[in-house]
């Protein structure tokens, strides 16, 4: 068996490097460079993470003024950031060598999580502080971009869903491990330590953004060092990199001549838009549903729902190493219209059904007119207790069916097998279906739809969970499911790699 063919059964997290002692340095180069990939995909992953669970304490701690509203604007900086500097940083890589972008936006990155941790220190205006840093947080992991058109240009046609589902499975650890970290660091507490002579806090809030630029050091120094420009063509022989001279450019202009099926293209980015929108929802409404449907408090829902995150979060990794095999035995297409259709019916588990409803929030006060003087002043007296419950403000709470937690736990299951699944087929099949011809500005355009859906579901969910209720709110949801299984279908004949679409390979 050929070293091309090996990594169709490579475990997840390896390459097929191993397999085969015979291979040259270019070779192990080319697959140590993508292992830099992975790192970086990774350290991504933890910037976003490392502070999403205290960014409201810390908002609250250095800004009297800042509500919840404008957290949420926070949380988004972090997404339109990434969506404004992706195809930046992918237009970039097309025509220099990919170290340049990357050691820049990654120094933007480590700058932006040390401005973070200063964004005490001004006497006013502190929350806009925290806002600009969290942007440029995201401006720097528009990386991501670079990231993935360098492993579809380092890789074969069957070497792509490994290497794909690999940096998939290193973000989703980054995803589970930056919550961690940020835990680990809480003990350092509120107060933390002063240090005089540079001016800084260090305490559970800063620590986390400094241990992220930590590790930003470490990734400028792995790609400076280890990182070579390397391309294969579909069958992965090596060929000469872009990125240097115009002759190179000539060379591969040459060899593109075919032109890249732009209604795939712009298939692909509907597509992962949707998917990246849903899960942004999903992520986004955990929190506030099980506080109305649940009545947990606000300690129980963060405590209950990071342990299903980070539960989603090791299944998805599961999901990866399924998929990688999957997809070489079915193809690319039919596994991402499974992993609608299992999100299809992860959400519509959640549809409410039933004649019980949830509990109000102080019900017993305000629907019981023989209350008793005593218990009124029980109430009084534990009116320090938080309420739980759904809110009687929301309307919706007195006629819409309460959602059990069974209902809850099968569709956490069902979007954690189908989300992974989409995520790393929709890219994937993008990247085949490019091609030879430089991706950097493709993959921008891609991770940019990615993060403006990021932005959008959290805004589009929480004024339709708010004002509608859970069975609007997930029926949209579905809807959204089904137009791209539509999609999917109507195209599912385009959606193919640029060598099968020319002739060069049989599918």
């Given amino acids: 068996m050929s070293h091309l063919d090996s990594d169709d059964t490579t475990p997840l997290l390896r390459d097929d490097e191993s397999s ?28 976003f993470t490392i502070v999403i669970t205290s960014l409201w ?34 237009w970039w890589s097309n025509y220099r060598p990919r170290r340049e972008p990357l050691v820049c936006s990654i120094f933007i990155n480590l700058s932006a999580n040390i401005y973070y941790a200063y964004a005490y220190l001004p006497k006013n205006n502190n929350k806009y502080h925290m806002l600009m840093s969290r942007a440029f947080v995201g401006f720097g992991a528009g990386n991501v971009a670079v990231v993935r058109s360098y492993v579809a240009g380092a890789t074969s046609l069957k070497e792509r869903t490994g290497a794909m589902a690999n940096m998939s499975a290193c973000q989703a650890l980054g995803f589970i491990l930056g919550p961690a970290l940020q835990a680990c660091l809480s003990f350092i507490g509120e107060q933390g330590v002063t240090l005089n002579f540079i001016h800084l806090q260090l305490n559970m809030y800063t620590s986390p953004a400094l241990l992220a630029t930590a590790f930003g050091l470490i990734n400028i120094l792995l790609v400076v060092l280890v990182l070579k420009e390397h391309r294969v063509d579909d069958h992965g022989r090596q060929i000469r990199a872009i990125n240097y001279t115009s002759e190179d450019r000539e060379d591969i202009s040459e060899e593109t001549e075919e032109t890249i099926d732009q209604v795939a293209v ?15 929802v999903f992520e986004t409404i955990a929190t506030p549903l099980t506080m109305d449907m649940f009545a947990w408090t606000r300690k129980e829902a963060v405590l209950y729902n990071g342990i299903i995150i980070c539960g989603i979060g090791f299944e998805s990794i599961l999901v990866f190493l399924v998929v990688k095999v999957a997809s070489q035995r079915v193809g690319d297409r039919p596994v991402l219209l499974a992993g609608l259709a299992v999100i299809f019916c992860g959400f519509f588990i959640l549809l409410p059904w039933g004649n019980q409803y949830p509990k109000i929030q102080w019900a017993d006060l305000k629907n019981n007119s023989l209350i008793s003087q005593v218990s009124k002043a029980v109430i009084t007296s534990n009116s320090s207790l938080e309420p739980t419950g759904c809110p009687y403000e929301q309307t919706w709470c007195q006629y819409t069916p309460v959602i059990h937690l069974a209902q809850y736990i099968s569709s956490d299951i069902l979007i954690g097998v189908g989300y992974p699944a989409c995520n ?4 994937t099949l993008y990247s085949k279906i490019l091609g030879p011809k ?40 579905c809807g959204m499911v089904v137009g791209a299984i539509v999609l999917l279908s109507a195209a599912y004949h385009r959606l193919i790699s640029f060598s099968v679409r020319h002739g060069r390979t049989v599918e």
């Fill in 438 to 477: 430089p991706q950097g500005v493709y993959m921008g355009w891609l991770t940019a739809s990615g993060s403006g859906a990021r932005t959008l579901g959290p805004v589009f969910v929480s004024q339709v969970y708010g004002l509608l209720g859970p069975r609007w709110a997930f029926s949209l949801i």
């Fill in 20 to 47: 085969d002692e015979s291979q040259g340095e270019d070779y192990r180069s080319r697959w140590r460079s993508i292992r830099v990939m992975y790192f970086t995909m990774f350290l991504s992953s933890v910037g």
């Fill in 424 to 427: 790393v087929m929709s890219y």
């Fill in 57 to 90: 304490p810390y908002l609250q701690k250095i800004d009297d003024d800042a509500d919840a509203s404008f957290l949420g604007w926070v949380v988004a900086a972090y997404s339109l950031g990434q969506m404004v500097a992706s195809p930046i940083f992918g």
């Fill in 266 to 280: 712009l298939t692909s980015n509907i597509l992962f838009f949707v998917v990246m929108f849903i899960f942004a």
